[in-house]
């Protein structure tokens, strides 16, 4: 059973850097790796998935550019570098995952696998 833990957040200023990782129990060759968010009283989103390494990466339009996905498969672990952070990112984030290919669409299906969240927040 695959199982999913993030590190990372905290707060910082708008503008600031956080990186997160997510620690998988086992290994994740196989699986589209990805994280979301859900900020307070929003939907959960979908901001970045990775397949293997990159190219096969996914980025919504509103992180392109100042979030990179990648992962140590090695390892097992999935990282989020994100770079000039907003105030209204602020939100929980989460790493997922699930037993199929993705590249540039992202998740064809939603995840089945979860991580509990990690806050990130952003000051003003």
């Known amino acids: 059973q695959l199982d999913l833990a993030e590190i990372g957040g905290g707060s910082v200023q708008a503008g600031g850097s956080l990186k997160l990782s997510c620690v998988a129990s086992?290994?994740?060759?196989?699986?589209?790796m990805g994280w979301f968010r859900q900020a307070p009283g929003k939907q959960r989103e979908a901001i970045a998935a990775?397949?293997?390494?990159?190219?096969?990466?996914y980025y919504a339009d509103s992180v392109k550019g100042r979030f990179t996905i990648s992962q140590d498969i090695a390892n097992s672990t999935l990282y989020l570098q994100i770079n000039n952070l907003k105030p209204e990112e602020t939100a929980v984030y989460y790493c997922?995952?699930?037993?199929?290919?993705?590249?540039?669409?992202?998740?064809?299906?939603?995840?089945?696998?979860w991580g509990q969240g990690t806050q990130v927040t952003v000051s003003s």
């Open positions: 990775i397949y293997g390494i990159s190219p096969n990466t």
């Open positions: 997922a995952a699930a037993r199929i290919f993705c590249s540039s669409g992202g998740f064809s299906r939603h995840p089945t696998i």
């Open positions: 086992t290994y994740t060759g196989g699986y589209c």
